[in-house]
C-alpha cells in the first residue's frame, strides 16, 4: 500500500515562509502527478499547486508569485515553498501523487493525511 508522508507544517507570522514536504513510500515503479491542495471550514478542497514534470506546473490564482512546487521523482518527494503567507492561507494541506506499481499497471491518486498551516501574529 502506498502511503504518503508530511511535513513542515506549523505557525507562522504574516510574511512568513514555511516549507511543506511529501514523501510517498511503497510499492512505486513511477509517479505522474504531484501536487497540493488545502481546505478549511469555509472553503473545499481547492488547488494550490500541482506538477507532472519539472517544466508542467500549474499554481491557484491566489498563490501564484508567492508558492513554488518542486519535485525530486528518484526521491518520490514534491514540496511546496510558501512565502509571503497571508492569514488566508490558513487551511490544512493534502498532498497527493498518482502512482503505480508496475510498468502496466495505470496511475492510482493517493493522498496524504493533511498538515495544518496556520497564519498569524
Known amino acids: 500500500q502506498v502511503q504518503l508522508a508530511e511535513s513542515g507544517g506549523g505557525l507562522v507570522q504574516p510574511g512568513g515562509s514555511l516549507r511543506l514536504s511529501c514523501t510517498a513510500s511503497g510499492p512505486i515503479f513511477s509517479v505522474n502527478g504531484m501536487g497540493w491542495y488545502r481546505q478549511t471550514a469555509e472553503i473545499q478542497r481547492e488547488l494550490v499547486a500541482t506538477t507532472t514534470s519539472e517544466e508542467n506546473k500549474i499554481y491557484g490564482g491566489s498563490v501564484s508569485g508567492r508558492f513554488t512546487i518542486s519535485r525530486d521523482e528518484a526521491k518520490h518527494t514534491v514540496w511546496l515553498q510558501m512565502n509571503n503567507l497571508k492569514p488566508e492561507d490558513t487551511a490544512v494541506y493534502y498532498c497527493?501523487?498518482?502512482?503505480?506499481?508496475?510498468?502496466?499497471?495505470?496511475?492510482?491518486?493517493?493522498w496524504g493525511k493533511g498538515i495544518s498551516v496556520t497564519v498569524s501574529s
Open positions: 497527493y501523487s498518482e502512482v503505480r506499481d508496475t510498468r502496466q499497471a495505470p496511475y492510482t491518486r493517493y
